[in-house]
């Protein structure tokens, strides 16, 4: 008899999302909440500033990093933080070279990076349509800064 896998069975992959969901915004929220909850809606306080992100995937099979045996937690909390901007307003792009690889010929930033550095370079993630970072997914470190540049006041951006 074989042994199911859990993405198999969709019942095991809500349990493997539950199992991870306390983890997945483990930051304290003070460090980056630019949203209140009224009821279960979320609304955002402010306009986002940054009006755009693109991401250039490696090849995987599905965007939320909670496939297969290898789970990346940078991955699946990137995923929900991408969630989360796009309920703030932001332009989400997402492009997988292993089922979109024409996006990836077509940006020449891409092009060139992925020329020089090989697939080593992805993700590459662009800001507003600046390369922002490359070769690795966000750290949970690094989130809390991602939601104060997205949504910082237009008067800290002034000063």
Known sequence: MQTPRPNDNPRAVAAIYAALQPHILSVPPEEYTPWRRTHDAVTFPHSPT?????????????????????INPDLVNFASMLGQFYTGGIKIERFNLGLQPMAFAENATVKSLMIAEGTDVLPIIFWDGKVHLTGRYPT??????????????????AS
Do not use: N
């Open 140 to 157: 949970k470190d690094e989130r809390p800064e991602w939601f104060r540049a997205a949504f910082a006041h237009e008067e800290a951006l």
């Open 50 to 70: 940054m009006k755009s992100i693109q991401v250039y995937d490696p090849p995987m099979c599905c965007s939320t990093g909670i496939c297969g045996t290898d």
